[in-house]
């Protein structure tokens, strides 16, 4: 009981001061989300902390809040106002705290929203006995965390933006005497604007009550080495290019077929029967062959994903728009699709995004960028992939339908986050042109092979 009345006592005491102006190496110090006690953030005298006498200002941090957490936050923020890429570092002593889970760490924030904005942040808590890389990726969404590190003495933690092959990551970083480390997994902060507040934060995880911790050997970086690599990433080599061998007809040739007989129906099934014709030896099932050249991937039979508008699979029973799933016709079970493109990419990191239901499989200049479930209800998964040289690169994308709802999308994500339909041009999407005739695509490689294609009449 002492110790929580001496707290509110500083903190009655602070509560007529005026924080704004910058102090120390803070810009300024300020109660985020509205906690119940006045926080503040104060110069404490000089600290040593590399053994060799040199000297590195300190702070006493009071700090109130319910928590950081959740979709609204709570707690007591000192900060400089920075943007680009930046890295925040800092050690800290807990003092006293009502909860265990009183939590002080590093932060990066968006300053013009107040509880509920994105931030990220690496924290520890009173105890000292774990290290949480955690935040908020949009305004007003629940937190996440993205890495918890279980051991006790930390000496400093860290959290840093940096850009990365035309991305921006935000990433966690502990430092228990060896130099940084990372911790937890690295984000892509889509939603953080370019300038922010980047410091020191305390939430007393009891809205009753304030806490205090020490802060000291506070550092800023504008130049931080990232941790995130792009050969962290699948990459699609400069040799790759197509090197001007594009056709002229914008979008892609879709090809749609179902089997005959369905046993063993898959991805490796699809892939036989779409590119030789035949499936077990027998064509395909009469009525189910369809082909087609679309300016996007939009489609479906039943079902839907990010976009509207969708287009019917060539060779199946089309829907009525706007009437609800399937419309005209039956719900249709296994039958796949190829889509084949010629797609420009410029140099660095992309994202490519297959919506569907059920599998899809996407590769670009012969690499696989990545795979969705084989069997799986309407689902978005996003490659990142990495691109050596700015050109032009074949495409290729082989879905399957088992049972159920069927549907294909694919779609990028921007540098915004926004998300766009894969050739959408007017809207930001990478052009798409059809590859040209003859057509030699190096398939998925299921079982090692890569199969040789002609379109209609070649």
């Known amino acids: 009981m002492c110790k929580r009345l001496l707290v509110i006592a500083f903190v009655l005491l602070l509560g007529t001061q005026t924080f704004g102006e910058s102090f120390g190496i803070f810009d300024n110090a300020a109660d985020i989300g509205g906690p119940k006690a006045i926080g503040s953030t104060v110069p404490d005298g000089y600290v040593t902390t590399d053994g060799l006498g040199s000297l590195t200002q300190q702070y ?35 003092v006293v705290g009502n909860n265990d889970w009183t939590k002080f760490g590093v932060m990066l924030r968006d300053m013009s929203a107040d509880g509920d904005a994105v931030s990220y942040q690496e924290v520890t808590r009173k105890n000292m006995d774990g290290v949480f890389f955690q935040g908020r990726s949009s305004q007003g969404a629940g937190a996440a965390g993205w890495g918890d590190l279980w051991q006790a003495g930390a000496v400093k ?108 129906w898959g991805w490796a099934a699809a892939e036989e029967l779409l590119t030789t014709g035949t499936y ?40 009525e728009m706007p009437a609800a799933d399937p419309a005209a016709g039956t719900d249709n079970d296994n039958f796949g699709a190829l889509v084949t493109g010629c797609v420009y990419l410029t140099e660095g990191l992309h994202i490519i995004g297959a919506y569907s239901d059920d599998g899809t499989i996407v ?38 339908e088992g049972g159920g709802g069927a549907s294909l999308e694919l779609h990028e994500v921007l540098l915004d986050g926004t998300h766009v339909l894969l050739g959408d041009v007017a809207n930001g999407g990478s052009p798409v042109y059809q590859v040209p005739e003859p057509a030699t695509i190096a398939l998925l490689g299921l079982g090692g092979l890569a199969l040789i294609r002609r379109r209609k009449g070649a």
């Open 157 to 264: 933690l860290g959290v840093q933006r940096v850009n990365v092959g035309g991305l921006n990551f935000v990433e966690g970083l502990v430092d228990f005497g060896s130099g940084w480390q990372l911790q937890g997994t690295p984000q892509i902060a889509w939603n953080l604007p370019d300038n922010i507040g980047a410091g020191v934060v305390l939430t007393s995880h009891d809205n009753e009550w304030a806490a205090q911790v020490k802060v000291y050997d506070v550092e800023y970086s504008d130049s931080p080495v990232a941790y995130t690599k792009l050969t962290d990433f699948r990459t699609i080599t400069a040799d790759k290019a197509l090197a001007g061998q594009c056709g002229d007809v914008p979008g892609f040739l879709v090809k749609v077929a179902a089997p005959l007989i369905a046993d063993g």
């Open 363 to 400: 590769t670009i200049g012969g690499v696989e960028i990545g795979r969705t479930g084989e069997w799986q209800g309407v689902t978005d998964y996003q490659f990142i992939f990495n691109v050596e040289a700015t050109g032009w690169y074949a495409l290729q994308a082989l879905w399957i």
């Open 280 to 319: 077990m030896g027998l064509p395909a099932a009469p009525g189910t062959e369809g082909e087609g050249i679309y300016p996007v991937v939009n489609f479906r039979d039943t079902g839907d994903g990010w976009f509207g508008d969708n287009y019917s699979f060539p060779g199946i029973d089309p829907f």
């Open 60 to 94: 006493l941090m009071t700090g109130g809040g319910a928590d950081i957490w959740g979709t609204w936050d709570q707690f007591q923020y000192a900060y400089k106002n920075v943007s680009g890429d930046v890295r925040v570092s800092a050690s800290f002593d807990f």
